[in-house]
């Protein structure tokens, strides 16, 4: 039975497939949570009010660690006696678990989230967050052999720098691997992208401490621009890096291997809060570079592999031990992703799925998002729902396509259960103008609102429109559909052509939809419909039936309902209506 169409009995059975584990690999150590550590940045920034965001595969460990922070507090307090603190423990989160939860933060006024496991490490809007990531088990060894052998033998002589990046739990051995591979690859340089940071302060919170500029960081953009800190150059760390360490080769970010990018007078600050594998869609990596990931298959390295098409990615597995080639499967991926993207074409009623609260840009993209559309004379619906699930979208059916703003972990959705296309917001502005896909592939927010960019939303309405009408004269010509194979044609909302008691009725609705409540002589409220959409969905997708209607109906008599549980009902024998008080009464004492 389709997933939409069920009684949805099934979730009364449906099993939990969340197995627990540990955020470390060392059992029975707190160090994986980083107990001491947070406390003193808790106490050193003066947060009072601390929420412990953990995943649901941790929660079986957020007791303990509740009560040795809060121990760890207490200690601190009493060699430096302080403002008090109140720690919460957060569960459920409202999206992604590797987003930070605002919302949840907010309903008990933290000052501060700290964030348990993997985190896609997105700037937050309102909260500063602290990082605990984790620290899996990683044989250094181990894996510098594996990579160090796959490269010798397929990538020697194609290949002439490398780009390590690592998933989040695996970052702490990082540098390690990488001065491994520098000494194992003689003909390769091997180069290390940014570590996670452990704290983040909020985008747009202006009372946050700016980030630390380095003093080359100009140099270090110039670098990015043209690729050329790829290119061998090596520079010495000085005092703006907080070492001093002149031997070893520098990273992407212009920090050598044996320090990392965090502010030297307080390590816990990150100088540039970027995702380890997230790298800049703007400046395309050198000729003949390799990316070497560590970690095992996730969200995490199916973007990698998506955003960098064209790129050899060679993937380890630290559990498995395995090397593998990760490009094998970015042809289908780029398939299924242009799939979505030409059936949206198609499309006249979108929906702007939010996904997330917390990611500092999402909101200038929705209103971007929401603009464009309407440029292209598109009708548009913005639902915040939380985690996406095919039976949660398909209670909109009006809704031809959807186009989900979230995270980048959380934006591609390759489930084959939901019945409408799920695109990204790149993938929605290639779909609407209609642009030929050179394989570019972009997910960073920033990067779709950036003026500069050739991918840019947040263009001038007027100008999109002008260039729609010049392209689509004919509002009634058909288009070609690449999906279908067939002409579709399209409905063009909010055209231009309206009547003059169309347009004061909705300057009407728009002056008074902040100030006083239109009501009727009669003191009822007056509904105002301004479009057939509108008048449709009062109409046709209102609950009706409980109506008062007194006087209409006569008195039914008193039965004995049905007993037992949700799952299964049981129909009481035909009882009169006295017998029935009779039992009922008995029943209640």
């Not at 695996?170 to 390769?188: E, F, H, Q, S």
């Not at 202006?206 to 090596?234: F, I, N, T, W, Y």
Request: hydrophobic share 35%.
């Amino acid at each position: 039975m389709s997933t939409i169409t069920n009684s949805g009995e099934d979730i009364i059975h449906a099993r939990n497939d969340i197995s627990p584990h540990d955020i470390s690999d060392d059992n029975g150590d707190n160090d994986g949570y980083e107990i001491k550590r947070t406390a003193r940045d808790i106490l050193e920034h003066g947060y009072s009010r601390i929420a412990l965001q953990f995943p649901d595969e941790l929660l079986h460990h957020s007791v303990g660690v509740y009560r040795d922070l809060v121990r760890e507090l207490a200690e601190l307090r009493r060699l430096n006696p302080g403002t008090a603190h109140s720690v919460y423990i957060l569960a459920d989160t409202t999206y992604n678990a590797c987003c930070v939860d605002e919302v949840a933060a907010q309903h008990v006024d933290a000052d501060v989230i700290v964030h348990y496991g993997h985190a896609c490490l997105e700037p937050s809007a309102r909260l500063p967050v602290i990082y605990v990531l984790g620290k899996r088990r990683l044989d250094v060894g181990v894996c510098v052999d594996a990579v160090a052998q796959s490269i010798l033998q397929r990538y020697t002589n194609t290949h002439s720098r490398a780009l390590l990046v690592s998933d989040t739990a695996y970052a702490w051995k990082a540098p390690a691997v990488c001065d491994g591979l520098n000494r194992r690859l003689k003909d390769m340089t091997v180069h290390l992208h940014n570590r996670p940071p452990s704290i983040v302060y909020p985008a747009l919170n202006s009372g946050a401490p700016p980030p630390v500029r380095p003093a080359d960081e100009s140099k270090m953009q110039d670098h990015e621009a043209d690729g050329s800190a790829l290119k061998g150059e090596e520079a010495a760390c000085g005092e703006d890096c907080g070492c001093s360490d002149t031997k070893n080769s520098c990273t992407l970010s212009n920090s050598c291997n044996s320090c990392t990018s965090t502010n030297p007078r307080n390590p816990s600050i990150a100088q540039r809060p970027v995702s380890t594998t997230t790298l800049p869609t703007d400046a395309p990596l050198p000729p003949r570079t390799l990316l070497i990931y560590i970690g095992g298959a996730s969200l995490k390295l199916t973007n990698l592999v998506l955003t960098h098409a064209g790129v050899a990615v060679l993937a380890y597995d630290p559990t498995t031990h395995n090397v593998s080639d990760a490009t094998g499967s970015e042809n289908r991926l780029l398939q299924r992703r242009y799939a979505q993207a030409s059936k949206a074409r198609d499309c006249d009623v979108f929906g702007l799925a939010v996904g997330t609260l917390s990611t500092a840009s999402y909101l200038p993209l929705v209103r971007a998002l929401r603009a464009k559309l309407q440029a292209h004379r598109k009708k548009v619906y913005t639902v915040a729902v939380g985690k996406l699930n095919p039976a949660k979208l398909g209670n909109f059916g009006e809704i031809q396509a959807w186009c989900v703003v979230a995270c980048k972990e959380s934006s591609i959705v390759n489930s084959k259960e939901f019945i409408t296309p799920v695109v990204t917001p790149f993938e929605l502005e290639m779909a609407l103008d209609g642009r030929t896909w050179t394989g570019e592939y972009v997910l960073d927010f920033p990067a779709l609102l950036d003026p500069s960019s050739r991918w840019n939303l947040s263009g001038s309405g007027e100008a999109e429109q002008e260039q729609n009408h010049l392209v689509h004269h004919d509002p009634d010509a058909p288009t070609f559909s690449a999906s279908s194979g067939r002409l579709v044609h399209h409905r063009r909302f909010d055209d231009g052509v309206s009547s003059d008691a169309s347009a004061q009725v909705q300057r009407q609705l728009e002056e008074g939809a902040d100030a006083l409540t239109l009501r009727t002589k009669e003191n009822a409220l007056q509904v105002m419909h301004n479009s057939a959409a509108a008048a449709f969905l009062h109409n046709e997708r209102s609950w009706k039936g409980l109506e008062v209607r007194e006087g209409q109906d006569a008195p039914s008599q008193l039965e004995t309902g049905r007993a037992g549980v949700a799952r299964g009902y049981t129909l009481p024998t035909s009882l009169s209506a006295s017998e029935s008080v009779e039992k009922a009464e008995k029943k209640k004492f």
